[in-house]
């Protein structure tokens, strides 16, 4: 059975704090990952696909990376506005997608 | 560019009442999705549609119907709310798995849909 298991729950860091952000997953044949943004009371922002391991991926303070087994969301020097949860998502068959519990990240200036 | 838009964006039903949430994308995607989150559960699929006139069953069905009709609309019902039915509800859109290679699926901001 397909699936995908985000760790930490929830992480807090101080402003500038760095830290990493991890999306184990088990499927057969991976299809796509895609890391998204959630703010609260809407809905899911895209912010990276990753396709074979080794492949990387930067948007801004952000850096996604994959590997055969899990895939790592790096934050550097966060901000306050970074604060969110972080969804991670596995494709299926037919675009479907199966999505992992989420990371809570609150950044405290 | 409007994108994904939900509406109702809260309501609140009594055990056994119907309603329908209505999900309308104007990005002319094939596919569109109804997911359900719940807290510690992540986002789960209810139903899906790769396609005017078609709808398949996802993780979640059990308590609801999908229609299709038109390609930019797409239609969740809940024919008797239960309370565990009680939940915030998604819809989302994306080209067809044969499309851009990078297309990711595009999210509305939800429905906040409580039962008593």
């Known amino acids: 059975e397909d699936q995908v298991t985000q760790s930490p729950e929830a992480l807090r860091l101080q402003e500038g704090e760095s830290s990493s952000l991890n999306c184990s997953y088990t499927v057969s044949g991976l299809r796509g990952l895609f890391w998204y943004r959630q703010d609260p009371g809407k809905g899911p922002e895209f912010l990276f696909t990753l396709y074979s391991a080794g492949e990387e991926k930067e948007k801004e303070r952000l850096k996604a990376t994959l590997t055969k087994k899990e895939s790592f969301l790096h934050i550097t020097a966060p901000k306050p506005e970074d604060s969110a949860t972080y969804l991670c998502a596995v494709r299926m068959a037919g675009n479907m997608l199966t999505f992992g519990g989420g990371t809570r990240l609150m950044v405290k200036p | 560019n409007a994108g994904v838009t939900q509406t109702p964006k809260f309501r609140v039903l009594k055990t056994g009442q119907s309603m329908t949430l209505l999900c309308a994308q104007d990005m002319n995607h094939e596919y569109m999705y109804w997911y359900r989150q719940d807290p510690g559960m992540g986002l789960r699929l209810i139903h899906y549609s790769v396609g005017e006139g078609t709808t398949a069953k996802g993780e979640v069905p059990d308590g609801y119907n999908v229609s299709r009709l038109k390609k930019q609309n797409f239609l969740l019902g809940l024919e008797s709310a239960a309370p565990s039915q009680t939940s915030v509800y998604f819809c989302?859109?994306?080209?067809?798995?044969?499309?851009?290679?990078?297309?990711?699926?595009?999210f509305g901001d939800g429905t906040r849909l409580s039962i008593l």
């Open positions: 989302a859109s994306s080209y067809s798995y044969g499309g851009p290679k990078n297309q990711p699926q595009h």
